[in-house]
């Protein structure tokens, strides 16, 4: 058997076991209303929680840019890729949620990555909870460091890992919001046990930021919470509509990343452009705080007008699970909604704990109540549709 072959044999047992993924390919804009492999489609299925990956101002920002500096920085951070522009939107980072100094990356993945191996090496100990990101647990096995896992959101678990451990460097890693649930840390009890034990803590706001607190600062303003020990880790292609991510913190820890992390100092900085739309993001997140408010009516729509067939599982923020269980009626139900035109992705093990296949709803402030409406329509007429075929 050739090495082609093997791979061709592990597709094939991954196309029979239904588990092959696939791209779609999208045309025309980002957007509530997307045409995807050629067919229009109501998609609640983006990270655009805001609404501005098609806002004219973040657009005309980007254009205006490009003119001006062109559309390649042509070299990393540390050699002449560094523009005025990254600059100015480390600083309005850092001011927005409220911490003293900020780092741009290319990717939350590279940031996470990045973060990690910089700061833990082989006589440290990392404690995760069980349901965070690939990209965080990745960075730990590439940091080399003790990887000590705990149930969902169990703080006693927590604390006896804590307690028992020896390790030199001890850091928490937590996702603020779970990007399968869509629930939220218990950041200021988890700050706590990282006082009472000397740990960092390492929160991944990917998709808080924007979303949670009173400006979208994210989960320190949800919170109210600050600390020296907080390393904070927010992406900018979700709710901010771009692309990229920043890691905040202390001026010291800061400047020991930018000495130190690997995805930041070995990889080309991303166009300028992306800044200045960036740039113009927060001022749009600052400006419309009529988005998030929009948002949160979508939530609560969603929630009093579906029906009780269907289980919502308990979140606060945009990404709403559709709790189903079973692997074929996810799929089912996932098939049976684009029929009707909607793109709602079914989501199944080993991605979430077997027996909790899901539907992901993403709500984005591009909805409008009358898209929640025809979703929740939708599933009123597949609860009789599935239940007539099973
Ligand atoms: N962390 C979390 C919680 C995420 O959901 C994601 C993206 N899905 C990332 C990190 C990676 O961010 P990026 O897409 O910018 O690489």
């Given at each position: 058997m050739t090495l082609l072959d093997e791979l061709a044999a592990e597709l094939a047992e991954r196309t029979s076991a239904g588990l092959r993924r696939q791209r779609r390919v999208i045309q025309g804009p980002q957007a509530a209303?997307?045409?995807?492999?050629?067919?229009?489609?109501?998609?609640?299925?983006?990270?655009?929680?805001?609404?501005l990956a098609n806002h004219p101002r973040l657009i005309s920002a980007m254009q205006q840019a490009t003119q001006a500096v062109g559309v390649g920085s042509g070299a990393s951070h540390l050699i002449t890729g560094h523009h005025v522009l990254h600059e100015e939107l480390e600083q309005a980072l850092a001011r927005f949620v409220g911490l003293?100094?900020?780092?741009?990356?290319?990717?939350?993945?590279?940031?996470?990555?990045?973060?990690?191996?910089?700061?833990?090496?082989r006589d440290d100990a990392v404690f995760a909870d069980k349901l965070n990101h690939a990209s965080l647990n990745d960075a730990v096995v590439l940091s080399r460091a003790e990887f000590k896992r705990y149930p969902h959101q169990d703080l006693a678990a927590?604390?006896?890992?804590?307690?028992?451990?020896?390790?030199?460097?001890?850091?928490?890693?937590?996702d603020a919001v779970f990007s399968m649930d869509g629930d939220i840390a218990p950041v200021p009890e988890i700050l706590a046990l990282c006082e009472r034990y000397d740990a960092w803590l390492?929160?991944?706001?990917?998709?808080?930021?924007?979303?949670?607190?009173?400006?979208?600062?994210?989960?320190?303003?949800?919170?109210?919470?600050?600390s020296p020990r907080i390393i904070y880790m927010a992406t900018l292609g979700k709710a901010a509509g771009v692309a990229g991510a920043f890691v905040a913190g202390e001026p010291v820890l800061i400047d020991y990343l930018l000495q130190q992390a690997r995805t930041y100092i070995y990889t080309t900085a991303s166009p300028a452009p992306l800044a200045a739309a960036l740039l113009e993001a927060l001022n749009v997140i600052r400006d419309e705080p009529q988005r998030r408010a929009h948002l949160r009516q979508?939530?609560?729509?969603?929630?009093?007008?579906?029906?009780?067939?269907?289980?919502?599982?308990?979140?606060?923020?945009?990404?709403?699970?559709?709790?189903?269980?079973?692997?074929?009626?996810?799929?089912?139900?996932?098939e049976y909604l684009l029929t009707r035109g909607l793109l709602v992705p079914a989501i199944r093990p080993p991605t979430v704990p077997k027996g909790t296949a899901r539907l992901r709803?993403?709500?984005?402030?591009?909805?409008?109540?009358q898209d929640v409406h025809t979703l929740i329509n939708a599933l009123r007429e597949a609860e009789v549709v599935l239940e007539s075929a099973a």
């Open positions: 209303e997307v045409v995807a492999n050629g067919k229009r489609l109501l998609s609640f299925a983006s990270n655009d929680y805001l609404g003293p100094a900020a780092l741009l990356f290319s990717t939350g993945y590279m940031a996470n990555m990045g973060v990690v191996a910089a700061l833990m090496g927590l604390e006896s890992l804590l307690a028992a451990s020896r390790a030199r460097r001890k850091l928490v890693l937590v390492m929160l991944d706001d990917a998709h808080g930021f924007g979303v949670l607190g009173e400006h979208g600062a994210g989960i320190l303003e949800h919170f109210n919470i600050t979508l939530m609560s729509v969603l929630k009093t007008h579906t029906p009780r067939r269907w289980q919502w599982m308990p979140s606060a923020t945009a990404i709403q699970p559709l709790l189903v269980g079973s692997n074929d009626e996810v799929l089912r139900l996932s709803v993403s709500l984005s402030a591009a909805h409008s109540e």
